[in-house]
């Protein structure tokens, strides 16, 4: 019965967000516009749940959905908390109107529907990248999937996804995200909420993993973390309205214009809001003069839980509480501290094994900016710093960040890939001095050979001259393109004869790419070893994107 699925995991998504609620707290950049995001998303589910579990067993969906929205609209707080309460009302009103005792994907998807349709109603200037956004995306999907005929299941699954990926895209629509390294908090919540209910749903409840973890095969969550870095905002000038101010009312008159209140509230500050339905709403607006405001409803009918919020003083506490944490988390600076980058998941992974202290998200098409790599030196908290670059196009932006530092002595080992960087941490020395490490790390990369193979987007020529075509498997060693044919497995192998030839190495390392599947992973390492019998393989999944396959020989 889809409204047992509710009431039993409602509560249970509710309390993860619960749980998370400081994490979800410290994201909000604005910061802290009409208080903290995670405890206001948090204390309308709870007011929800109340609603819920005050019901009688066997209570119908259309029941469960009218206490969803009387809790959430009762319970609301917050800009964030009022928006939530819409995006929980439509979705519930959509699901009370499935006809079956199980909600199938189309089910799913005309209730995403109209919580985007309720949601975006409620808000009179709808920005990009908030929860909204999450919203709509998630929707989105599930419209995707039904049109694929996915099962329900399938879907649940795929809209967790897509609700971090699209939190992951958050920086991109609203400049101030990006600005503060940070992802939108209501968004996150959403989504955690979302994956907690799912999580239920799939008989675990009550778990979700750390979002700076990957938590499914595509590793959603991961890019939620390559972006968020809580950073203590010193530069907002606040808000031209200090109050928020939140109550719920109850009209008078059943000719009560909604439209015209709620025209007065845009007249007397920002992020107005006004939901529900005659007799009984939740008033939000950001104002100067509160007073004001509840002076003008008192004439309209009666108020009561009512919330003002001074957002200034709100902004102090919450810098000083990341500055406290930072604090604590830092601990003191140690001697020697190593940054790198990494152009996927696997790779981070084997880094951060070998001693590296920051990763870099990066690559041969997404190049680190020298902010970026500035942002991870100081995040070393250490004495002295070593940057990584790995790869030719971002070295000359580590060299920068290098000269940008105060405080911090750090140098750059000129890696121009991974597996050089490997080589290098095997032969660094934490405890070491700066320029002796450099020494002895440039003289290990000195020592690799590497290899990459890679599709070619447009037509050139290899180093001999051999034509090359769009759509070609190209395989390159030092630098230059010396293979050129039409399959992964084959190009890679005669690059590694010719390496061999060349010079004869003992050891391959090598990291299969997103685009190389672990059969087609397994059959190269077999053919690696039947090709070369003598050498010894060391193989990892590195996930880099575009490039199947890079390897090195020693």
């Known amino acids: 019965m889809i409204a047992n699925v509710v009431r039993n995991c409602f509560p249970v998504a509710a309390q993860v967000v619960a749980d998370k609620a400081d994490e979800i707290n410290k ?34 969906m259309d029941d469960i959905a009218k206490a969803i929205t009387h809790g959430s609209l009762m319970g609301a707080r917050g800009n964030s908390g009022v928006i939530t309460s819409q995006i929980l009302r439509g979705v519930a009103e959509g699901l009370a109107s499935s006809k079956g005792a199980q909600a199938t994907t189309a089910d799913i998807a005309s209730a995403l529907r109209n919580g985007v349709k309720v949601a975006f109603k409620a808000v009179r200037k709808p920005v990009e990248g908030t929860i909204l956004t999450v919203l709509r995306d998630v929707s989105t999907k599930a419209d995707q999937m039904e049109r694929a005929k996915a099962t329900p299941q399938e879907t649940l699954d795929a809209i967790v996804v897509e609700a971090y990926e699209s939190v992951a895209r958050t920086p991109d629509l609203l400049p101030v995200l990006r600005e503060n390294g940070v992802v939108d908090s209501g968004a996150f ?28 095969s595509e590793g ?79 004439h309209r009918g009666q108020i009561f839980n009512v919330f003002v919020h001074n957002m200034d003083l709100e902004a102090q506490e919450r810098t000083e509480s990341i500055r406290e944490d930072k604090q604590a ?80 002595r750090a140098a750059v080992v000129p890696t121009k890939t991974v597996l050089q960087a490997f080589a290098a941490m095997f032969a660094a020395d934490p405890e070491g001095e700066l320029d002796a490490n450099v020494d002895e790390m440039s003289d290990a990369i000195a020592q690799i050979r590497d290899g990459e193979i890679t599709t070619a987007v447009r037509d050139s020529a290899a180093a001999d001259g051999t034509p090359i075509h769009s759509g070609d498997v190209m395989g390159i060693e030092g630098g230059s393109i010396e293979v050129v044919g039409s399959d992964v497995e084959q190009v890679t192998i005669e690059v590694i004869n010719r390496m061999q030839a060349e010079e004869e190495g003992d050891t391959l390392t090598i990291l299969a790419g997103s685009d190389l599947d672990d059969d087609a992973f397994q059959h190269l390492l077999s053919a690696i070893e039947e090709a070369q019998p003598d050498l010894e393989v060391d193989a990892h999944r590195g996930e880099q994107p575009l490039y199947p396959v890079v390897f090195s020989i020693e």
């Open 27 to 60: 994201l909000n950049v604005f910061p802290v516009p009409d208080g903290d995001t995670g405890t206001n998303m948090s204390l309308t589910l709870g007011t929800v749940v109340k609603e819920i579990e005050a019901l009688p067993q066997g209570a119908s």
């Open 220 to 298: 959603a969550k991961a890019q939620v973390a390559g972006v968020v870095d809580i950073e203590i905002n010193e530069d907002w000038e606040g808000s031209e309205f200090r109050y928020c101010t939140e109550f719920l009312f109850h009209a008078d008159s059943p000719d009560f214009d909604e439209s015209a209140n709620l025209k007065y509230l845009s007249s007397m500050g920002d992020c107005e809001l006004l939901v529900g339905s005659n007799p009984d709403y939740k008033i939000h607006v950001h104002t100067n003069r509160p007073d004001r405001v509840l002076r003008h409803m008192l």
């Open 329 to 408: 988390a830092s601990g003191p600076r140690k001697p020697l501290g190593f940054v790198a980058v990494a152009a996927g998941s696997g790779q981070a992974d084997i880094l951060r094994s070998l001693g590296v202290d920051v990763i870099v998200s990066g690559g041969q098409t997404m190049n680190p900016s020298t902010a970026d790599i500035l942002g991870a030196i100081k995040e070393c908290n250490a004495e002295g710093v070593i940057v990584l670059p790995n790869n030719g196009n971002i070295r000359m932006a580590a060299e920068a960040a290098v000269s940008a530092c105060e405080g911090v």
């Open 189 to 216: 919540g959403l989504a955690t909420f979302i994956e907690a209910f799912v999580n239920a749903y799939n008989g675990k409840a009550g778990e979700v993993s750390d979002f700076r973890t990957t938590v499914d």
